[in-house]
């Protein structure tokens, strides 16, 4: 990095932080706020309080580990602030909202929300606390924009254990689903131009997950599990069983690490539900169900559902699909670069606190990527057959189901 660049980066970095800065009520909050996030940004081994506060040239870690445990400042503040930030720098009129969870491994019992777990992380159970996500893609960059903290029944249940936490009172259990629900809703209040919405099966499987995004008007591009109902067929894999060889079709659903990922993929428009699909008389928005079918392993097909506009094409759902690894990439940089699984808090509003300021962190990394690429330089990469039938409808394919469809046939189906 030139001299030059390194004053520009940091003054887009003191705008920044002069603009969160305001959440913080006293002087000296807002100098700890500044010294822990430029920490989160510098090349420090270990991203942890004493450290920081090693980098920041602190006599000890207590300020920092005050401004994390006991100062008065409201973290859902600074994430609405991030929010703003990511919609000026980042946002597209396409952009797509990304949930998925990750583990956070820890050592001991009294870490709020921590047990033994299963872990996408660490692809195993493990002794963790679970963090739910929401990152933001766009064809500009891809971040981290919110997060809640799951707490198992094993801690709602035991008011003396969230107590010693600092767990509210207030907080009761909720599903991974639930906290994924209430992530969405904020995201969609703000400012963020959000058009779709793409999440893995645990999330995509969830009747209400899809029903609240219909019920939002936003599209959607949702895994689900081979098992899953699919309108006029009792499972999605019966479904794509019966789809002819020419409906598969060689497709990019983006870039990694290796260069465009190809699969095959097939795509067959659903029947329309009355209440949720039409205004009036007036159709204006589809169904879809998808299928991606590995080139090398034709066995290994993953399965999604998708509601969309009338304009869409197979391609941009695939694109949309294809999304959904924005937030694995988002968590490795963000753990990587910014700490984001270095704390040492066991408080529930220090979870809250260190993960709002390494999303930050991680945020201003992504816009000075963007910008970067912008002026030039390298980017940086970060049971049996159903009634139905396909049919070709243009350039894509349509399921023909005999009967109309309503919401309760499809709730009806789903039981079955």
Known sequence: MTERAAAQWGRELDDLLITVGRRFGRVELRRRMRDYVRGLLAPVARKNSWQLAEQAG??????????????????????DDLQQYVADQLGEDDGVLVIDDTGFIKKGTTSAGVQRQYSGTAGRTENCQIGVFAAYASRRG?????????????????????????IPDGRGFATKGQLARHIVLRALAS????????????????????RLLEQSGVGYVLAVPKSQFAVGCPRIDHLFA?????????LSCGEGAKGPRIYH??????????????QGDVPFRMRWALARRSLS????????LAYSPLQVTVQELVRIAGARWAIEECFQAAKNECGLDQYEVRRYVGWYRHITLAMLAHA?????????????APPVKAPGP?????????DSWQLVVPGPRTCADSEADTTR
Do not use: M, N
């Open 364 to 376: 201003f990394l992504a816009v000075t990527a963007h910008r970067a690429s912008e002026k030039g």
């Open 242 to 250: 019966q789809a002819p060889a020419e409906a598969w079709q060689k």
């Open 142 to 166: 891809r971040v981290l924009v919110d997060r809640e903290l799951y707490l198992p029944k094993s801690w709602t249940e035991d008011q003396e254990r969230c107590h010693a936490a600092k």
């Open 58 to 79: 602190h006599a000890t870690p207590d300020g920092l580990q005050h401004l994390l445990a006991g100062a008065k400042w409201q973290p859902d503040d600074v994430r």
């Open 265 to 278: 993929w097939a795509a067959v428009r659903l029947p329309a539900v009355e209440e949720f699909d039409y």
């Open 386 to 394: 159903s009634r139905s039938q396909w049919r070709r409808f243009g």
């Open 191 to 210: 400012s963020l131009p959000i058009t779709w919405v793409t999440a893995d099966s645990a999330y995509g499987q969830e009747d209400r997950f899809r």
């Open 297 to 304: 392993r034709p066995d290994d097909i993953a399965y999604y």
